[in-house]
């Protein structure tokens, strides 16, 4: 738990935050301010002392009672109204989770006007799904989106904490992680549970050369981040269960030193991630018009084009449609590469999905590993083959 | 406007070695150079200065020779720079790496605006910045594209997924940048020869005000690196090599019903 400690140096004696503390836990003493037993560490006065004199020091709990702390929590994030697709991924994976210890999946919902998500979100198998409805949630700030996460972690005492690794959800994982004062690991790849409920959280280190297995022993909650299309979505079923429990805070708490001053819905753009067949240029392709036949390919088959990294740095390609550590992770139902010599920054973001055909010269190209089908061959002779017979079908 | 920027070191190469019994990488004997995302962070604490005056320090935790960043940092334009170097802050997590330096910025003083890059190549978890607002009781933004001084505070541009937000925070703030908002100046030699051998600070556990050591590094973090193994390679494939292949990839997308 953490302790809040006013700083001499800097307190000028003002006397705000006897005013702003929202559980009377502050008195002045001596023209400086002393917390009382009433101070539930909420962190206003910090956030609101206007010298910075106030703040938060850790006292750490030496083990934690894992069994106080049961069942998994899935933020699902909402973006423009919609819940955004790797919330339910999450819910998927931590249902597989959740079953042989008999714990429970639950869902949190942060924002304004979210009774159709939560809605939504009673067709996949959730047991609770906690509402925070409020206009000031009505766009992004870390601070008070974390309140809220936090204020249903403490009521439910979930032992696992899943959020996407989306913008969002990077933003807001570290400052809930660090307010329970427990482990945080990014960009999971691969998660299980243990018996004694410690999570095994595998994630790719240095680039994606080493794969690193991490676990969070002694503190609860054990929150992680996964990237979107990493985990498989559930089926979504007819039957609407799970209790809805809106949840409200109160009005100081909501409020934060942030204020937006605009914020503009982008088009939905289609993203390669969302793509259901992809075709990739690589390296292997000497020029950029050469891109053209790549998206033709793609069109023909119905699918978007993607590149590596190479050619988004030659100003080919942008890197909304790069793949790769730096770039999206894509899962789509069938990848076509062509000329990509298959890095592992590249290979680690694209390697699920469901059909793998690679084209490369290089019989000993290290996408060959991860392909399905390795076809060692020129991509300048096998590409234009295909369309030309591709249309010829179509005609 | 005082600025303070959060600088790594990071290994000048993916190929690094792990510590078997405690997962620690080893960061001894390997080269090491600043990471790439701190430059952008950099360039925009030097932009904001030569905009708005103030000063620009930068800071790093990490071993004695990180102070290399250090002196690159000075090539660039920066003001100060620190080093807080302890045996005891060794091992760190991202909980204990966010702790640490919110200690030692408020040790070196007050500073209006912290700066971030969005990740670093080796920890790469995008998460530091973000706990270190959290530890300092501050606001953040995340991934901002663009920056500018309005007022008493900043607007900063950030994308998340459907939408661009544009949010104004007050100072103190931090800010993680992303890597399209300036592109990095290079060190200079001119500056180089002005700065001399300008001493780097270097300080340790002593100089923050939570001295209780257990707080810190490898003690003071809550996940533990269990194991590190390679990845492994487990996709069962067919190899063709013998031409012919525009034919057969047709008639297996046939078969798989893509066409
Ligand atoms: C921290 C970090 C992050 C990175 N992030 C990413 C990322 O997000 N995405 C990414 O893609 N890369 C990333 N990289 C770069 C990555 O390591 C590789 O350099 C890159 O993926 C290689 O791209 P490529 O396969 O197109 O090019 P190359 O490696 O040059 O491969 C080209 C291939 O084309 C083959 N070829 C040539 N001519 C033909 C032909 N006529 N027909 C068929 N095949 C042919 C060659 O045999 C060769 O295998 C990252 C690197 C680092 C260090
Ligand atoms: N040891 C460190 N010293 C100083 N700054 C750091 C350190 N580790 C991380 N940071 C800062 O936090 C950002 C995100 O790092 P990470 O969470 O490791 O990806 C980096 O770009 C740096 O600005």
Known sequence: MAKIAVLERKCTGCSLCVKNCPFSAIDMKDGRPELNAACKVCGICVKTCPEQAIVKLETRVESVDKSKWRDILVFAEVSAGRLHPVGLELIGKARELAEPLDFKVKAVLVGENLKPCAEELR??????????????????????????????????????????????????????????????????????LR????????????????????????????????????????????KAEGNVLFRSLPKAVLESRTSCVSSTPLPPKKSISDAEILVVGGRGLQKEADLSMIRELAALLGGDWATTRPLVEKGWSTNDRQIGLSGRTVRPRLIITCGVSGAIQFTSCMNASDHIVAINTDRSAPIFSVAHIAIVDDLYRVVPELIRMLKEEQA | MN???????????????????????????????????????????????????GTVTVGTMGPPQAQ????????????????????????????????????????????DLILCGKQTTDGDTAQV?????????????????????????????????????????????????????????????????????????????????????????LTGSATQVERIFPPQDDTEHEVWEDGNSAEKLKAVLKRWKFI
């Open chain 2, 68 to 111: 290399a960043i250090i002196r690159e940092a000075y090539m660039m334009g920066a003001d100060e720079g620190y080093v807080f170097s302890d045996r005891r802050l060794g091992g760190a997590d991202v909980l204990a790496t966010g702790y640490t330096l919110s200690q030692a910025i408020r040790s070196v003083g007050d500073f």
């Open chain 1, 123 to 192: 067709h996949f198998g959730v047991s609770e799904i906690a509402v925070y409805d409020d206009p000031a949630l009505s766009y992004f700030r870390a601070d008070v989106y974390a309140s809220c996460v936090e204020d249903y972690i403490r009521f439910a005492r979930p032992s696992v904490v899943l959020v996407g690794a989306t913008s969002l959800g990077r933003s807001l994982a570290p400052r809930l992680s660090t307010r329970f004062h427990t482990g945080l690991t990014a960009d999971c790849t691969k998660l299980e």
């Open chain 2, 129 to 217: 910045g973000p706990a270190i607002a959290e530890y300092l009781g501050i606001p953040h933004a995340a991934w901002v594209s663009r920056l500018e001084v309005r007022g008493d505070g900043v607007d900063a541009e950030q994308q998340l997924q459907d939408v661009v937000e544009t949010v104004h925070m007050p100072f103190p703030c931090l800010v993680t940048v992303e890597q399209d908002i300036y592109m990095p100046r290079l060190p200079s030699l001119k500056k180089a020869r002005e700065i001399g051998d300008k001493p780097v600070h270097v300080q340790g556990l002593e100089s923050f005000l939570d001295q209780d050591e257990s707080h810190y590094g």
């Open chain 1, 195 to 238: 018996e004694n409920s410690d999570l095994v959280q595998i994630r790719p280190a240095f680039g994606g050369n080493i794969m690193a297995q991490i676990v969070t022993e002694n503190t609860r909650p054990q929150f992680a981040t996964v990237r979107y299309k990493v985990m498989n979505p559930p089926v979504r079923s007819e």
């Open chain 2, 3 to 53: 600025i303070f920027v959060c600088i790594k070191q990071v290994p000048a190469t993916n190929k690094v070695q792990v510590d078997e019994k405690t997962g620690v990488l080893k960061r001894s004997g390997v080269a090491g150079k600043m990471n790439p995302y701190d430059l952008y962070a950099l360039e925009t604490a030097l932009r904001l200065r030569e905009k708005h005056g």
